[in-house]
């Protein structure tokens, strides 16, 4: 554990961003590219309101394979940007030590998907909403437990991402008494990007952009384009805020990697 106040795990998670982009150019742009690309699939394949021929069944399952996939460049972008905050890995190796680790994290997706689905369709069953009302107490209820959870095992990220173990137990412990900090500190770190993307979707409703008028090649690509900024750099400064409040905060989860970790 590496002792560091609030401000100053945001301000180093601020710092690791930018030394990921200069360090790490190949990473971030190759990223960049693939994400772009495979966003403009995945927005080709989906209906646009507005006037227009509906994609074609076959251009909706390409999209949606392309969305996988994005996720899976998403996915391997973050486990890059913890090992190079935390391990001081640069671009190689591409995939390190034979995609176990990115597996890890992806089984961890998995299953905090199945667990999300399984809260939501378990508690809808239960209560059995029968108005708007309720339903969106009940969405709410969903929304809070999805995000408590969510961030007690985030520290499992950084570390199944260096080698550690598989242990919910360990990041468990690791963030009790800790949820706040760990929530505000990856806020605060993506702020800048949030009051960014604000300030150009107001500039995009001014300018009478609107899901109506994108329906062609040219607008999917632009699209695509600022998605993958957005996303990115998302990505880039939550995973480096994770990154340090791993540092900051794992015992349990550094314990019990400490013999596995694969570097």
Known sequence: MQQMTFMECVKRAWVSAGEAVTRMPAVVLGAFVLY???????LAGRPIPGEGDVPSAGL?????????????VYLWFTLKVYRFVLLG??????????????????GLGVLMCLFFIATGAGL?????????ASE????????????FVGV???????????????????????????FWNLF???????????????????????????????????????????????????????STA??????????ALGTAGASTHEV
């Open 36 to 42: 772009a690309a495979l966003g403009w699939l995945a």
């Open 60 to 72: 909706i399952l390409l999209g949606n394979v392309a969305s996988i996939f994005n996720a899976l």
């Open 89 to 106: 890995e640069l671009t190689a190796p591409v995939m390190p030590n034979g995609a176990r680790p990115m597996l890890r994290m992806l």
């Open 124 to 132: 809808w069953l239960a209560l059995t909403p029968q108005n708007t």
């Open 136 to 147: 969106l107490f009940l969405a709410l209820i969903v929304a809070v437990i999805w995000m």
């Open 152 to 178: 007690r095992v985030s520290l499992l990220y950084p570390a199944l991402a260096i080698g550690g173990r598989f242990s919910l137990g360990a990041a468990w412990r690791d963030t009790q008494g800790h």
């Open 184 to 238: 505000g500190v990856s806020c605060v770190a993506a702020l800048p990007l949030l009051v960014c993307g604000v300030i150009a979707l107001i500039g995009m409703g001014l300018a009478g952009i609107s899901p109506a008028v994108v329906q062609t090649p040219g607008w999917f690509m632009a699209l695509a384009i600022m998605q993958s900024v957005a996303n990115l750099a998302f990505a880039l400064l939550t």
């Open 242 to 251: 994770l990154a340090w409040l791993y540092r900051r905060y794992a015992n």
